[in-house]
């Protein structure tokens, strides 16, 4: 059971370059999100989805495109990348809200974005 | 709207010594309340929640916290810090009313120092 995958670990871009971070969980979740990391500002969501073929926006997704064709995978596509954009990305599944009850979260290890 | 605030960047405690980690959070309804931990170089790990029931919810590695609905405070504390305690803490909130999944604030993170 490897949890929630991310690749790659790290990724240096020059401005105007796409790409794709690449997710991936084991455990038979139905949400999958993304996030950005910046120092003093915590964690804020980029995008989400609460299954395959559904997703929607999160606080920030200007900049940002995802698509959920299967359960397991959720990439998350950076456009045309801007400076602003560099940060730290993490993945994170969980099962659905169950009765109101909403489950923990797991996160990935995280990509470490540079834009130049 | 939801949100979360953790007051201080950072706390410094002696190891032995008990520790305070403080969270406030806004909602519209009741919350649900998280706490989440992040070592370096790594993704978030889960600690414990707040559901409903027990104000004090006791976690993993001997953390606990204390829900207070009058203060809106769901503060992190441990009766007796170590120095693998050291690392960033998070605290996030769902409102029981929002949809959208499994959908989180996050606070802005408390760097926890813990020194011999």
């Known amino acids: 059971n490897a949890g929630v995958t991310q690749t790659p670990k790290f990724q240096v871009l020059k401005t105007g370059q796409s790409m794709t971070l690449q997710c991936a969980q084991d455990?038979?979740?139905?949400?999958m999100s993304w996030y950005r990391q910046d120092p003093g500002m915590g964690l804020r969501l980029i995008h989400y989805?609460?299954?395959?073929?559904?997703?929607d926006q999160g606080e920030v997704p200007n900049g940002y495109n995802v698509s959920r064709s299967t359960t397991e995978d959720f990439p998350l596509r950076l456009l045309s990348a801007a400076p602003s954009q560099t940060s730290v990305y993490f993945c994170a599944s969980s099962y659905l809200v169950t009765g109101g009850v909403p489950y923990e979260q797991y996160f990935g290890p995280g990509t470490r974005l540079t834009v130049t | 709207a939801q949100s979360v605030a953790q007051p201080e960047d950072q706390v410094n405690v002696a190891e032995g010594n008990p520790l305070t980690v403080k969270c406030t959070y806004s909602v519209s309804g009741n919350p649900y309340l998280f706490w989440y931990v992040q070592y370096p170089n790594r993704g978030l790990q889960f600690l414990l929640k707040y559901i409903t029931g027990d104000n004090l919810v006791k976690g993993s590695y001997g953390f606990e916290a204390e829900f207070n609905k009058s203060q809106t405070s769901f503060h992190l504390k441990k009766p007796s810090a170590l120095v693998s305690d050291s690392a960033l803490y998070f605290c996030?909130?769902?409102?029981?009313?929002?949809?959208?999944?499994?959908?989180?604030?996050f606070g802005t993170g408390t760097q926890l120092k813990v020194e011999l």
């Open positions: 989805s609460v299954g395959a073929g559904i997703t």
């Open positions: 455990m038979n979740h139905e949400y």
């Open positions: 996030a909130v769902r409102d029981r009313l929002t949809g959208g999944g499994n959908k989180l604030t």
